[in-house]
């Protein structure tokens, strides 16, 4: 079997002369049928962080529910303690004064 020489010149000028025409081709076929699909890709993409972000927002949301909680019970119990201490204050003032006197006068 004989081998024939390869003509680089003329197969390199054929390679250029396709690419010219079949370049343009493939390109605009790309762009027509890969641009749904990455316009798609996109739009999950982006869900994916608005899902994320909408998890983030829940937490913060449930951790100040939560310090909103504390901060009640803090604050019923101060009432609470204010209370006691303003009957404490009256019973004390009650029984540190005998009937018929007033603050600030000595016995005689």
Do not use: N
């Amino acid at each position: 079997m004989q081998v024939l020489p390869i003509d680089f010149v003329a197969l390199v000028a054929v390679i250029m002369g396709v690419s010219v025409v079949l370049v343009p081709i493939v390109g605009l076929t790309a762009r027509y049928a890969l641009k749904p699909i990455v316009e798609a890709l996109g739009r999950y993409f982006e869900g994916q962080g608005t899902q994320e972000s909408i998890k983030i927002v829940e937490r913060r949301l449930g951790l100040l529910e939560s310090q909103l909680d504390e901060l009640q019970g803090s604050l019923t119990r101060l009432v609470e303690a204010s209370e006691f201490d303003a009957q404490l204050r009256a019973a004390d003032s009650e029984t540190a004064l005998p009937s018929g006197t007033e603050p600030g006068q000595g016995q005689p």
